[in-house]
Nanobody, 112 residues
Framework: QVELVESGGGLVQAGGSLKLSCAAS????????MGWYRQAPGKQRELVAT???????NYADSVKGRFAISRDNAKNTVYLQMNSLKPEDTAVYYC??????WGKGTLVTVSS
């Protein structure tokens, strides 16, 4: 069982930045593929970014060049640095582990 707790969401103006964190329980965090997903009101949950245990990253086209996913295996934590935020980035952001485990989410609101 893996528990995930997200933090760092909030209200920011367009063009601003936020950094999300996801703290994970579990002994084998460094072996896990971690990801960030988001769900905007009235829309389906979508992939934002993933990172493998050796640091290979993958991004949705909509966030490439603006967002960066990273991880600190010593702290069992994965991060999402979000820059140049747009109103369309407004969503609840969820941390995911191995495609199986989900956090409860953190709300990001970008005002125009």
């Amino acid at each position: 069982q893996v528990e995930l707790v997200e933090s760092g969401g909030g209200l920011v103006q367009a063009g601003g930045s936020l950094k999300l964190s996801c703290a994970a329980s579990g002994r084998f965090f460094s072996n896990f593929v971690m990801g960030w997903y988001r769900q905007a009101p009235g829309k389906q949950r979508e992939l934002v970014a993933t990172i493998t245990y050796i640091g290979i990253t993958n991004y949705a086209d909509s966030v490439k060049g603006r967002f960066a996913i990273s991880r600190d295996n010593a702290k069992n934590t994965v991060y999402l640095q979000m820059n140049s935020l747009k109103p369309e980035d407004t969503a609840v952001y969820y941390c995911n582990c191995q495609g199986q485990y989900w956090g409860k989410g953190t709300l990001v609101t970008v005002s125009s």
